[in-house]
């Protein structure tokens, strides 16, 4: 598929040697350089959004303000992974507090649906799309909460610019443009979704001017009426209607009765860096339990790429995602024991389960006492540092899209079990089990590096890689992204749809691991398949103290840009 023929993939196959290194300097490989600015700095997938971004941020704005105005632009113009039918997590590093504060923006699900009606009708999955998998969007409550605390410019001020793109128009990117393609043949049969986001029933192609009049009404309503016009307003009573018309559940009384949550993000110590997360109903966790069960091997004797590398990371990702799928749900319904979970002693334990010359092909859960999405980073000249998520689940959502408002509703409710007893199991009024996670890294109690890296069940994957891209082999911050990635599929999964793994699951490697490496995999009864794309959106911003700079660095396999003046 032409989209994983990138520059990385194709300077990772002449690549000379286990590191995915430049064959000619032997250093390790990067689609560009690293962006260095002063005063702020911005990365998203989109570069439109970027410029909206640094555009809020010198008028005034500060990080956060930039991040809610590149979340909307993004919504408007990648609404192939994002939208303000979706949820939102954040981390924020406040330079006046000098602390990190955590943001769970999910929706719950429709309070006049029930486990009965679904095993009544016949269901044994909630479907992927339609009116059934459709939660709150908290999305817009999740702007308002950090704007409230942390924005300095009005919410009129910061979505400016997305209204005005939404009315004029703007052209569609490459990548977009393909997943768009991907979506339209699947969504164009609910309601309100080929008249608001096909040309004539067809997906826009790349390079042709998108409008959204709709949208830009939508959010000028929100930004003149604030958060309430969305969850209690005109807005809210549009949306009760379309559902009661189109067999949904989603009424006017769960949006007036939506409200997203303060955390505390948590972390763990790697090799003298604090890495945090936010706690479940998402699965940031499990990155920092890879973590702790990786932290028990040397890998400074332990090349990239090498079939060693692989083999542990694969190995201690099999044991934190089986704790994913038995103890990862809204802590309102089943609190999970993050404590535990996220503990040297409970990572001790779990490393004895490695066995160093064989996969494993089943692994269980400790016992224990107690998709398709956006990521942004942005950072402001007072030193906060934003780490935002944001997300319509499942491709472009749920295909429904209510007629006038220009937005589609996600399908996070999918990820609900229909199995009583199960801790993912569906229940009026409760947040479904969430796949989007924001990182962040501090070293010395000062921030380093805000960042995440999208995709599904890849996300936690994928921050471990970047935290050991950075600390165990010395990457740069851009080469730490463009390294080439390692995906494990097959883990029992939270959902409740796949059996418990009994088979060790598969492993994808993006190109660029040396076939040596491979043939050994397999030696220790890896199952190897390669596979187009499954690897993730990462985007980055390190603070350095020491030059009183921002750096910057963006994903090679998305459209996006990091910038910054």
Same mark, same amino acid.
Request: glycine letters at 12%; hydrophobic letters at 40%; proline letters at 7%.
């Given at each position: 598929?032409?989209?994983t ?18 064959r000619i300097?032997g ?5 560009r350089?690293?962006v260095?600015?002063?005063? /702020? ?30 979340? /909307? ?13 979706? @949820? ?7 330079p ?5 504060h955590? #943001?769970?923006?999910?929706g ?20 992927p799309?339609?009116?059934?998998p459709?939660t709150v969007?908290g999305?817009?409550?999740?702007w ?9 410019l ?6 400016a610019?997305?209204?005005?793109? /939404?009315?004029?128009?703007h ?9 768009w393609g991907?979506?339209?043949p ?7 979704f080929?008249?608001?986001?096909t040309?004539?029933?067809r997906?826009?192609?790349?390079g042709e001017i998108w ?11 929100i ?8 969850y209690k ?8 209607a ?15 009765a939506h ?14 860096v604090?890495?945090?997360e936010?706690p479940p ?5 499990a ?6 069960v990786?932290?028990? #091997? ?20 099999k044991?934190a995602?089986a ?14 024991p ?8 409970y ?21 224990l ?5 956006i ?7 007072d ?5 935002l ?7 472009m ?17 999918e990820?609900?079990v229909?199995?009583?007893?199960h801790?993912?199991?569906f229940?009026?009024g ?22 995440g ?16 891209n950075?600390? @165990?082999?010395?990457m ?6 463009? /390294? ?11 959902a ?10 598969v492993v ?5 691991f040396?076939?040596e490496?491979i ?9 190897i ?5 499954? #690897? ?11 030059n ?18």
């Amino acid at each position: 598929m032409r989209l994983t023929l990138t520059a990385l993939a194709l300077a990772a196959t002449l690549a000379g040697g286990a590191a995915a290194a430049d064959r000619i300097t032997g250093l390790p490989f990067a689609t560009r350089s690293e962006v260095y600015a002063t005063e /702020a700095m911005a990365a998203t997938s989109h570069p439109l959004a970027t410029q909206v971004a640094l555009d809020v941020m010198r008028r005034g704005g500060s990080a956060v303000d930039a991040a809610i105005a590149a979340n /909307a632009a993004l919504g408007l113009m990648e609404p192939t992974g994002n939208g303000i039918g979706g @949820d939102l997590f954040a981390i924020v590093w406040d330079p006046k507090t000098k602390k990190l504060h955590g #943001y769970n923006g999910s929706g719950r699900s429709p309070r006049a649906l029930s486990l009965k009606w679904f095993q009544d009708n016949g269901y044994e999955d909630i479907p992927p799309h339609g009116p059934l998998p459709v939660t709150v969007p908290g999305a817009v409550d999740g702007w308002f909460a950090l704007h409230g605390r942390f924005g300095r410019l009005s919410m009129a001020e910061v979505l400016a610019p997305t209204v005005r793109y /939404a009315r004029q128009g703007h052209p569609v990117h490459d990548t977009i443009a393909y997943y768009w393609g991907r979506s339209v043949p699947v969504l164009s049969k609910w309601p309100g979704f080929t008249e608001q986001f096909t040309v004539g029933g067809r997906a826009p192609r790349t390079g042709e001017i998108w409008k959204n009049p709709n949208l830009a009404n939508t959010l000028e309503t929100i930004g003149r009426e604030g958060r309430d016009a969305f969850y209690k307003g005109d807005i809210a009573r549009s949306i009760d209607a379309y559902f009661k018309a189109n067999g949904g559940f989603l009424r006017y009384e769960d949006l007036a009765a939506h409200q997203g949550e303060w955390v505390d993000p948590v972390s763990t110590n790697y090799r003298g860096v604090d890495v945090w997360e936010i706690p479940p109903n998402g699965q940031g966790i499990a990155a920092l339990q890879i973590l702790n069960v990786l932290e028990g #091997y040397d890998f400074s004797k332990i090349p990239f790429g090498s079939a060693e590398h692989v083999h542990l990371f694969v190995e201690a990702k099999k044991l934190a995602f089986a704790d994913r799928a038995r103890y990862y749900a809204d802590p309102a319904f089943h609190p999970a024991p993050v404590a535990k979970l996220v503990s040297e002693d409970y990572a001790a334990e779990r490393r004895k389960l490695i066995n160093p010359d064989r996969a494993a092909r089943a692994v269980d859960a400790g016992i224990l006492q107690d998709g398709d999405t956006i990521y942004l980073t942005t950072a402001d000249k007072d030193g906060m540092m934003v780490s935002l998520i944001q997300s319509n689940y499942r491709g472009m959502g749920s295909g429904m899209a209510p007629p006038g408002l220009g937005f589609i509703f996600q399908d996070r409710g999918e990820q609900f079990v229909l199995k009583p007893g199960h801790p993912n199991s569906f229940e009026p009024g409760k947040r479904p089990f969430h796949t989007i996670i924001p990182a962040f890294i501090t070293k010395d109690g000062k921030p380093w590096v805000s960042f995440g890296l999208m995709g599904g069940a890849m996300q936690p994957q994928g921050h471990a890689q970047i935290v050991m891209n950075l600390v @165990d082999f010395g990457m740069n911050l851009q080469e730490a992204g463009d /390294a080439p990635r390692i995906q494990h599929d097959g883990s029992t999964d939270p959902a409740g749809r796949m059996l418990e793994m009994t088979d060790g699951g598969v492993v994808n490697l993006e190109t660029g691991f040396p076939y040596e490496t491979i043939r050994a995999l397999m030696r220790k009864g890896h199952r190897i398949e390669f596979a187009d794309g499954p #690897y993730g959106g990462y985007q980055a911003i390190a603070r350095d103290h020491a030059n009183g700079t921002y750096i910057g660095a963006s994903e090679s396999r998305k459209d996006g840009q990091a910038a910054g003046y």
